[in-house]
């Protein structure tokens, strides 16, 4: 018995893989960059090569000071290299936190899909918008303007968004190798979330009281990273022992 003709148009427009389900896994399954494979290992490499390139362009931020400056300390501390200097430390810490939790995040995946790997680019393309806020928070000359403060905590929290986005993604695309439990996920979500909420509420700090106060609110990590580090980990190992 011959198809109608709707039939047959449906069937050319869903494509091969309405008839063939197995060419359409196959597409699938060769989208999917599987953690033996050598795609996987350059995709990795791909990463770990943008974030150096990132904290490779943060020493363009800094300005090499007169001949003059470098006869007297006075003068090389009113050339603006020290405060320049301080932001290429804070932006380098920033990037290197980024890629050691880049890191972290990958190793905890059995393979990368195409949706995981949009988000982890994303993710890097935040980063590499690093440098270029750096200059505004780091510049004598702009450092105080509130909008250098806001638009450098922006650019912190779209990078951390972007990295647990990517993470969900594969999370949902059931590609962890030893998959959370519920209570340990909170966990972590909460951890991963700490740094981009201090970020945001820098932001209408430094609006209303100045860029100054916005940066300073930024110390509070020193202490409140390390703290939620260790409540996520503790409830990890509580799931763990269960």
């Not at 003068?75 to 020290?82: I, K, N, R, Y």
């Amino acid at each position: 018995m011959e198809q109608r003709p709707d039939r047959q148009q449906a069937a050319r427009a869903a494509g091969p893989e309405a008839s063939n389900p197995k060419a359409g896994d196959a597409a699938r399954s060769a989208a999917v960059l599987a953690r033996e494979s050598s795609e996987f290992d350059r995709g990795l490499s791909f990463y770990d090569v943008i974030y150096g390139f990132a904290i490779t362009l943060l020493v363009t931020n800094i300005d090499a000071p007169s001949a003059q400056a470098w006869q007297d300390p006075r003068l090389l501390l009113e050339s603006g290299v020290v405060h320049q200097l301080a932001g290429f430390a804070l932006s380098f810490a920033v990037i290197a936190v980024f890629w050691r939790m880049n890191l972290r995040l990958i190793k905890r995946l059995s393979a990368l899909d195409s949706a995981t790997t949009t988000a982890n680019l994303l993710a890097a393309a935040f980063v590499i918008l690093i440098p270029f806020t750096t200059q505004g928070v780091s510049d004598p000359e702009t450092s105080s303007f509130e909008l250098t403060t806001v638009l450098y905590a922006a650019n912190i929290i779209l990078a951390s968004l972007a990295q647990l986005l990517m993470y969900e993604i594969a999370r949902r695309h059931g590609l962890e190798i030893d998959p959370m439990t519920p209570r340990h996920h909170a966990a972590f979500v909460l951890d991963f979330l700490v740094p981009p909420l201090i970020f945001a509420v820098s932001i209408p700090i430094a609006l209303a009281a100045g860029g100054t106060a916005g940066k300073i609110t930024w110390a509070s990590l020193i202490v409140l990273g390390p703290l939620s580090g260790i409540l996520a980990t503790r409830v990890q190992q509580s799931t763990t022992v269960r």
